[in-house]
């Protein structure tokens, strides 16, 4: 019996204790993925950053932050008013499932509106930056619209478990978006080789320990996925990524390129005797995306060492654009 009633005991003296920041809430300072306050109740206030039942199909499933961090709210209460870009303080226990960190409040109780600041302005990823624990949870900006940055989707939707998976590009980095079927969102439109900016939550599925990884954009509406036209305006550019790489151990480069509409591309690689011993894209009439394995045009692996890819690009008026990557081949490691 008293097993049962402590846990209410608990959480009734420390309802409307001084909040934490949610930074402090899920601290996890020995780095094993798990929060050091796992089972603690503890009391934060931050602003709802979704829908509060937009990631669950039975309860209530959703994301909060403050200026420190962000957390996902799980719950099977949660009051019937409360609104994306409102404060709200609340109290619960911290839970972690395949390596997201959340706080479960018990009942309605333990909810305190706070007031209505709207909601937070995103984190900007930069161009080589990933998803990762220190902004999980929090509101998510990826690519922008000022025609400097975008991403570009580098594997197709596929259905799973609920929801849909894709990777997008990030210019130097792979990102995974969980588009959760709860949402409603219509992907119908977005294929590989669609260009777009994403705003979303950060979110982490890691069914194995350590939980260093699975880390997911998570939009939370049709309005969230922006899809980029490019005809408003294109920049003609070549990124690589993976880079050195080890053909000879499977290792694969991913090569994206793109430019102005009209333009056709030859992508080759050289030596650094000028040499050109691998054509990747020969007169191509549209950029691409894709992961090249590090072999010639003979189909052989080239011999480690350092090469440069030319993107060369003909523009309708027979304009010569040019941009180049260094690529370096490198040895297994023994
Ligand atoms: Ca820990
Ligand atoms: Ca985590």
């Not at 050109?276 to 191509?284: E, I, K, M, R, S």
């Not at 090249?292 to 309708?316: A, F, H, R, T, V």
Request: glycine share 12%.
């Amino acid at each position: 019996m008293i097993k049962v009633l402590l846990p209410m005991i608990l959480l009734c003296s420390l309802a409307g204790a001084q909040a934490i920041t949610i930074a402090e809430a899920r601290i996890d300072s020995d780095g094993d993925g798990i929060p050091d306050k796992l089972g603690e109740i503890v009391t934060i206030s931050g602003i709802v950053t979704c829908e509060t039942t937009l990631f669950s199909t039975s309860g209530y499933s959703f994301y909060m932050q403050d200026a420190t961090a962000g957390i996902n709210v799980y719950a099977f209460e949660a009051p019937s008013n409360m609104q994306p870009g409102e404060q709200w303080e609340l109290t619960g226990e911290i839970l972690a499932y395949n390596g997201l960190t959340e706080i479960s409040p018990g009942s309605v109780d333990d909810y305190t509106y706070v007031g209505n600041p709207g909601m937070p302005a995103p984190i900007q990823l930069v161009r080589n930056q990933p998803v990762s624990e220190s902004i999980e949870g929090m509101l998510i900006a990826a690519g922008d619209q000022g025609l400097t940055q975008w991403l570009t989707v580098a594997t197709a939707p596929s259905s799973a478990g609920g929801g849909y998976n894709l990777d997008v590009w990030n210019g130097q980095t792979i990102i995974p978006v969980r588009v959760n079927e709860t949402t409603g969102i219509d992907l119908s439109a977005v294929s590989v080789g669609t260009r777009l900016f994403l705003l979303g939550i950060g979110g982490q599925y890691d069914s194995t320990e350590p939980y260093d990884s699975g880390y997911q954009l998570l939009p939370r509406s049709q309005s969230d996925i922006i899809i980029f036209n490019p005809s408003v305006g294109d920049y003609f550019h070549l990124d690589v990524s993976g880079n050195p790489f080890a053909p000879s151990m499977g290792e694969t480069m991913q090569i994206e390129y793109s430019g102005p509409q009209g333009v056709r591309f030859n992508l080759v690689l050289f030596d650094r005797a000028g040499r050109d011993l691998a054509h990747l894209a020969t007169n191509a009439p549209a950029g691409d995306v894709f992961n090249w394995d590090g072999k010639d045009d003979w189909n052989e692996y080239l011999p480690m060492g350092q090469y440069l890819l030319l993107l060369e690009g003909i523009s309708p008026d027979g304009e010569r654009l040019t941009t180049t990557e260094t690529v370096v081949i490198a040895a297994p490691l023994e």
